[in-house]
């Protein structure tokens, strides 16, 4: 079994090369499914949440409310790590016995998308690394296209590893300032690579 990560910045497109790869028989496992799993209504990670953040967290039903939360997290590096060392050890278990579940499966590739792979130093454990990058004011565009200021768009930005960093540790690079075509055609030049070697 060939364990692959994709990773990539905020709003470089993650998400599109992954579903791309799914579409062309590679299966593939979201980190950031697992870590809202991780913190899902009644879950040991939700109170953790809460014993750390407190109640104002949380919506009016009682459920994480991620908008709250990310308003502290990428302003406060400490709360973002606290953070983290709440939900990435559930979101590392999940992935790790997602990949044992596949030995012996066709096809012998499968990509975890993680976006945090480098900042938690993690890509040691794969044997490859895919990078999603595009330029970094498209980054700042495509963050506000889901509602949030610019200045927080920003701190989003800035609270990952800056994109070139990742590009340059990256086994294999996806651009995707072009049309989803062109992101399209790498993502199947990247698959020939990985299923033929």
Same mark, same amino acid.
């Given at each position: 079994m060939k364990r692959v990560a994709l990773t990539g910045g905020i709003a470089t497109g993650k998400s599109h090369v992954r579903a791309e790869f799914e579409r062309l028989g590679v299966p593939t496992i979201d980190a950031d499914k697992l870590a809202r799993d991780a913190v899902a209504e009644g879950s040991p990670g939700l109170k953790a949440v809460i014993d750390r953040f407190g109640f104002d967290v949380l919506d009016a039903t009682g459920a994480l409310d991620r908008r709250k939360l990310g308003s502290i997290v990428f302003q406060d590096p400490a709360a973002r790590r606290d953070l983290e060392d709440i939900i990435h050890p559930a979101v590392r278990? *999940? $992935? /790790?016995d997602w990949f044992e579940s596949r030995r012996g499966r066709q096809p012998h590739v499968a990509i975890a998308d993680i976006p945090l792979l480098f900042e938690t130093h993690r890509q040691r454990e794969f044997d490859a690394v895919i990078v999603t990058a595009c330029d970094p004011s498209t980054q700042i565009t495509r963050v506000m296209a889901r509602g949030v200021s610019e200045a927080e768009a920003r701190a989003r930005v800035a609270a990952q590893l800056p994109i070139e960093e990742k590009v340059g540790q *990256? /086994?294999?690079? $996806? %651009? %995707? /300032?072009?049309s989803f075509e062109e992101t399209n055609r790498q993502v199947r030049g990247v698959y020939e690579l990985l299923v033929n070697s």
């Open positions: 278990r *999940a $992935i /790790d *990256a /086994d294999h690079v $996806i %651009t %995707t /300032d072009g």
